[in-house]
């Protein structure tokens, strides 16, 4: 049987544009009264995850976003670099009214349709919350698999074989039955060149609209302020008030220097195999060893 | 009923309390004293024994331990629905977890489950005039910053991006009250099961996610004394990094280079051999165990040494490999 993958992309304002604070709550428009949408990489990411599953596994790829006119051009780019259709989840103010509802939205579509894999960025290229896969996940009660940097389909058992990467370079390799929720990290996948040609053929081509309504759920969380990005500070480790001046500036101006009493006989000086031996026991007592 | 900061620990492999928990307490604590409330560290693994001594001694009012076996790290799913179970049989206030990647998948699917908002990512977190909770968090690639209000009262579910508020030291001692929970987790085995884990291997990873770092200096004087410290990494599965020095000599190409105009470093472990210890190299390392070679007795990098030892690292480093690796063949042969 056919995999049915939905892909989802969001026509995000392109951050090269300059971009003002308006309203009150405040929110983020374009200067150009022309504003750009782009998708942004993570989206692309996931976009080309769909499409490597169509041409190693058949599958049939679908991409999906959801907001106002600004989504045409965005499921356009989608069609050019080979997705099967488009669905254009319409309506005014859809794009103000939460992740949580974006995930409700496409949750309801994905129902109707029977899809088997959705498939989404690990973060938008504006809000960045990376909440939307984790959402959708929930709503639709279906297993998440985050951060995936590589998807295959094992055609006996019907499961997904991911590699996940984490932390320090860690990596997990994982099985999953379908349907499932797949967040890509773009790590993974480097989006296909969409030529010119192919984006005027796609342009040709329909995308279904459906339209539907956006509703805020009142939540008590407000956004009271945009501003500038503007640097926090930063706590650092404080020598003790009990120390001296002189021991106080040495603790600040040695940055290795560990706060906590220094090690007995920590300067050591004997034979090699001794200082080797030292070496050794002081890993054993940390834990290296 | 007092405001209260919950706090899920992270643990690592070895068990020990993350970087980004500490930073999630001391910014816990900061916002907990200033709406008069208390923090509370929920430890969730299979053993969280090392971990509850550790957190013991930062400044929190109470502990939670989880446990469970199938409560091991990365296992995103069981913690979910341990943690929702849980949550929904406590006071209400902050649900505070670190933005790695099992952080960035719990956040919002913790807060759909116990019907909270969520704000992810965050890169400050303070009390606010109106007896609300600030969070500022950064959008668009980070030219813009998001401030957010919730007032006291209900459940919200942040998310602290790791490195950017710090590390605060406890200013206060505090006995924390430890409490056992005991999940109810099903026999039934996770939906997503786990083929295989693969550390990360140390020759490749970024030098400030490496947790062990042997570096080299000016005092490796020619290209087999540099294989040296590339071997006594392999057998510490440690990175290899080195001083400006180093990678002016060829050594170590820039990527590898750690010091006020390279990478800046926070491994566990730093092995520096035949580095002197100038300001604009320490300046890139904030190490918690640095042991130090140098023949040198006046070198300044013995002060900033938890252990240092005088000696040629032509003759140290060969015999440190050898040793370790006898060691972790004993280690190995004793495992079965």
Known sequence: MRLRALVCVKAALDPIQPLRVVGSPPEFQAADPQPIFTIGPADDAALEAALSLKENFGAQVTALSLGGPECENVLHQCLAAGCDDAIHLSGDGLAHSGTWNAAECVAAEVSRRAYDLVLCGDASLDDASGAFGPFLSERLGWPLVFSAVEVSLNEQSGQLTLLRLLEHGDRQRVACPLPAVVSINPLGFLPRYRSVLRIEDAEARPIERVPIAGESVESGLQVIEIGPARRRPRRMAVPGAGLSAAQRMQQMMGRGESLKPAVKDKLFEGSVEAAVERIVQYLQEQGFL | ?336
């Open chain 2, 1 to 336: 009923m007092p405001f209260c900061v919950w706090v899920i620990s992270e643990g690592d492999a070895r068990r020990r309390v993350g970087d980004c928990t500490l930073e999630a307490l001391g910014e816990g604590r900061a916002l907990a004293d200033g709406l008069a409330g208390r923090v509370h560290a929920v430890l969730v693994g299979a053993d969280v024994s090392a971990q509850c001594e550790q957190v013991k001694k930062q400044d929190v009012d109470a502990i939670y331990r989880l446990e469970h076996p199938l409560l091991t790290h990365h296992r995103a799913e069981v913690w979910l629905a341990v943690l929702a179970g849980f949550f929904t049989r406590q006071s209400p206030g902050l649900i505070l977890v670190s933005a790695t990647t099992l952080g960035r998948e719990l956040a919002p699917r913790l807060a759909a489950r116990l019907r909270s908002p969520v704000v992810t990512d965050c890169v400050w977190i303070k009390p606010g005039p109106a007896r609300d909770i600030r969070l500022v968090r950064a959008s668009h690639g980070g030219q813009f910053q998001v401030t957010y209000s919730f007032p006291v009262g209900g459940r919200l579910v942040a998310s602290l991006r790791p490195g950017v508020v710090g590390i605060a030291l406890p200013t206060r001692s505090r006995v924390p009250e430890i409490l056992s929970w005991q999940p109810g987790i099903s026999d039934e085995q996770p939906v997503i099961r786990e083929i295989s884990f693969m550390p990360g291997d140390p020759h490749s990873i970024s030098l400030n996610e490496a947790e062990r770092i042997v570096a080299g200096g000016r005092g490796v004087k020619d290209r087999a004394a540099w294989e040296t410290i590339e071997d006594v990494a392999d057998a510490l599965e440690a990175a290899v990094g080195g001083s400006r020095a180093a990678m002016d000599l060829g050594y170590i190409p820039r990527s590898r280079m750690i010091g006020q105009t390279g990478s800046s470093v926070k491994p566990r472990l730093y092995l520096a051999a035949g580095i002197s210890g100038v300001t604009h190299h320490l300046a890139g390392v904030e190490a918690e165990h640095l042991i130090a070679i140098n023949t040198d007795r006046s070198a300044s990098i013995f002060r900033s040494a938890a252990l240092g030892i005088v000696g040629d690292l032509r003759q140290v480093l060969p015999r440190l490999a050898d040793k370790i690796r006898a060691l972790r063949g004993k280690e190995k042969a004793r495992t079965p």
